[in-house]
């Protein structure tokens, strides 16, 4: 019993690092004005794989008040700094990115 637990939980972890082919770190945020914010980021994954990141402007209840989807790459380096747009609905007072994801 023991061992079958340790092995779901080899495999559990094995695919959860699959998922970590592509890292992303939040840089920075501005917000322009009561409809647009800002956000900087790094985005780290292969060179020649395509990342589709998912950003998010939040207000002072932190509730979602825009949304973006942004596809990155094939580029040219392994790190990529990217500054992209989030209209929003309401006067956001923070952007940051929700995740990002290899596209198959």
Do not use: F, H
């Not at 340790?6 to 972890?13: D, I, K």
């Not at 207000?59 to 500054?83: E, N």
């Not at 209209?87 to 940051?96: D, E, M, N, Q, Y």
Request: with cysteine; charged share 20%.
């Amino acid at each position: 019993m023991l061992a079958t637990a340790g092995l779901a939980w080899v495999v559990w972890a094995g695919l959860g690092q699959a998922e970590a082919d592509v890292r992303w770190t939040d840089l920075g945020y501005q917000v322009i004005d009561n409809s647009r914010v800002s956000v900087t980021y790094d985005v780290g994954k292969d060179p020649a794989a395509t990342a589709v990141c998912s950003l998010r402007a939040l207000d002072r209840q932190k509730s979602a008040v825009g949304i973006a989807q942004v596809t990155i790459g094939p580029t040219q380096r392994r790190v990529t700094r990217r500054t992209d747009q989030i209209r929003t609905s309401a006067l956001a007072v923070t952007g940051v990115v929700r995740e990002c994801r290899l596209r198959p």
